[in-house]
T-cell receptor, first 112, second 114 residues
Framework: DAGITQSPRHKVTETGTPVTLRCHQT?????MYWYRQDPGHGLRLIHY???????DKGEVSDGYSVSRSKTEDFLLTLESATSSQTSVYFC???????????FGNGTRLTVT | GENVEQHPSTLSVQEGDSAVIKCTYS??????FPWYKQELGKGPQLIID?????GEKKDQRIAVTLNKTAKHFSLHITETQPEDSAVYFC?????????????FGKGTHLIIQP
């Protein structure tokens, strides 16, 4: 898994509660990404980072925020979880803008 | 932005036969095309990729072909085995798309029948 650890692997939470997902890498890659995977939609980019404290929005960023205070950690926060955010979330890392992405094993989030 | 269409959504083949998955893309400036394999409960794993200056690339039983004129690329798996059963995703990256320029297809569930 290219040295990528996502935590937690599974989480159930209630609507309206804040949730933070963590991605930790040991590869010292510059780029980190958060994707969500839903049936019929494939993989959609939420946010990405191109360096410490450098982040930008992806295709489906509404309702999500991110932070990257260290090269190895990229956090995804749902400020107030909604049922539409029930999904499997994947973190990915890469060495450059045009480079293969390596994915973690995902976090399954259920919002009740 | 880039749009990637992937077909079929489900493909069932007999063990030992070949499987072909096709993707089309919309942006003629796209220059990088990876394929990922996802097994149940795991993240997508890169299996092969091709850049726009190459028409075909092979790695053992797996090959990818690219037709820039028609804007489509395909994954070919020969002599399929039970462990090839998985969901496969294609993707395309726009030239100049920056770090966020990778767009994925919706996936193909490949089933290898014994």
């Amino acid at each position: 898994d290219a040295g990528i650890t996502q935590s937690p692997r599974h989480k159930v939470t209630e609507t309206g509660t804040p949730v933070t997902l963590r991605c930790h890498q040991t590869e010292n890659h510059r780029y980190m990404y958060w994707y969500r995977q839903d049936p019929g939609h494939g993989l959609r980019l939420i946010h990405y980072s191109y360096g410490v404290k450098d982040t930008d929005k992806g295709e489906v960023s509404d309702g999500y925020s991110v932070s990257r205070s260290k090269t190895e950690d990229f956090l995804l926060t749902l400020e107030s979880a909604t049922s539409s955010q029930t999904s499997v979330y994947f973190c990915a890392i890469g060495t450059g803008e045009v480079s293969p992405l390596h994915f973690g094993n995902g976090t399954r989030l259920t919002v009740t | 932005g880039e749009n990637v269409e992937q077909h079929p959504s489900t493909l069932s083949v007999q063990e030992g036969d070949s499987a072909v998955i096709k993707c089309t893309y919309s942006d003629s400036a796209s220059n990088y095309f990876p394929w990922y394999k996802q097994e149940l409960g795991k993240g997508p794993q890169l299996i092969i990729d091709i850049r726009s200056n190459v028409g075909e690339k092979k790695d053992q039983r797996i090959a990818v072909t690219l037709n820039k004129t028609a804007k489509h690329f395909s994954l070919h798996i020969t002599e399929t085995q039970p462990e090839d059963s998985a969901v496969y995703f294609c993707a395309a990256r726009e030239a100049g798309g920056g770090a966020d320029g990778l767009t994925f297809g919706k996936g193909t569930h490949l089933i290898i029948q014994p």
